[in-house]
C-alpha cells in the first residue's frame, strides 16, 4: 500500500463545464477528508466522511460541489459550472478512527478553470 | 477559527534552530503539524493532543500548551531538507473532525 491516491493530478477546463476528482484512501482508512488549498494558503477544508456517510460539509461549500463515498471506499468530488475562482489544489487525505486521527494527504489534483 | 502562526517566515543557516508557533483562540483536541514541499503534498509531523499525549517525527520536537491554546514546534540542527512550508492544523472538539489549518511558516535553510 503506497498511501493515498489522487486522480487526475492535473485538470484544465473552461469555465462552466462540469469536472470529477477521484481519491483512493489508504486501504484500511475509514475517514476521508476533502481539502482545498490555494497558492500561498493553508488547506481550506471542504468535506469528511467516515465510511459511505458524510458527516460534515463546509458552509463556504457552494451547492455547485458535491462529494460521495459510495460503499466507504474510494470518494469523487464533483464541481458543477465551474468557475474561475474553483482554481485551486483539491487535495484529500485518510485516516483511521483513533485519538490520534493522523491524516495522510494524497498529491491533490490541481484544477486550473480558465 | 483559523490558527495564527508565526513567523510568516524564516531563513535559517544549515545546523540553526527554529521555533514555529501556532496559536488558536478556540479550545482545541490536538494540534496536527504539516510539512510541505513546494508542488507536493502535506507531510505529516506530529500531533499534540490535549492531556500531553503525541505522536510523530523522531528528530521534530513540540509542544501544546492547553491553558494557552498554543502549540511550538521546534526543528534544531537544521538540514536542507527542513526547508519548505509548515502548517499546523487544529482540531476541535474530539478525534476525527476536520483540521482547521494556519496560513503557514515558510522555513528556507541554506547551506
Known amino acids: 500500500d503506497t498511501g493515498v491516491s489522487q486522480n487526475p493530478r492535473h485538470k484544465i477546463t473552461k469555465r462552466g463545464q462540469n469536472v470529477t476528482f477521484r481519491c483512493d484512501p489508504i486501504s484500511e482508512h475509514n475517514r476521508l477528508y476533502w481539502y482545498r488549498q490555494t497558492l500561498g494558503q493553508g488547506p481550506e477544508f471542504l468535506t469528511y466522511?467516515?465510511?459511505?456517510?458524510?458527516?460534515?460539509k463546509s458552509r463556504l461549500l457552494s451547492d455547485r460541489f458535491s462529494a460521495e463515498r459510495p460503499k466507504g471506499s474510494f470518494s469523487t468530488l464533483e464541481i458543477q459550472r465551474t468557475e474561475q475562482g474553483d482554481s485551486a489544489m483539491y487535495l484529500c487525505?485518510?485516516?483511521?478512527?483513533?485519538?490520534?486521527?493522523?491524516?495522510?494527504f494524497g498529491p491533490g489534483t490541481r484544477l486550473t478553470v480558465l | 477559527q483559523q490558527p495564527v502562526q508565526s513567523p510568516q517566515a524564516v531563513i535559517l543557516r544549515e545546523g540553526e534552530d527554529a521555533v514555529i508557533n501556532c496559536s488558536s483562540s478556540k479550545a482545541l483536541y490536538s494540534v496536527h503539524w504539516y510539512r510541505q514541499k513546494h508542488g507536493e503534498a502535506p507531510v505529516f509531523l506530529m500531533i499534540l493532543l490535549k492531556g500531553g499525549e503525541q505522536k510523530g517525527h523522531e528528530k521534530i520536537s513540540a509542544s501544546f500548551n492547553e491553558k494557552k491554546q498554543q502549540s511550538s514546534l521546534y526543528l534544531t540542527a537544521s538540514q536542507l531538507s527542513y526547508s519548505g512550508t509548515y502548517f499546523c492544523?487544529?482540531?476541535?472538539?474530539?478525534?476525527?473532525?476536520?483540521?482547521?489549518f494556519g496560513g503557514g511558516t515558510r522555513l528556507m535553510v541554506k547551506p
Open positions: 466522511f467516515q465510511n459511505e456517510a458524510q458527516l460534515e
Open positions: 487525505a485518510s485516516s483511521l478512527m483513533s485519538s490520534y486521527n493522523e491524516q495522510f
Open positions: 492544523g487544529t482540531e476541535m472538539g474530539n478525534a476525527g473532525n476536520m483540521l482547521t
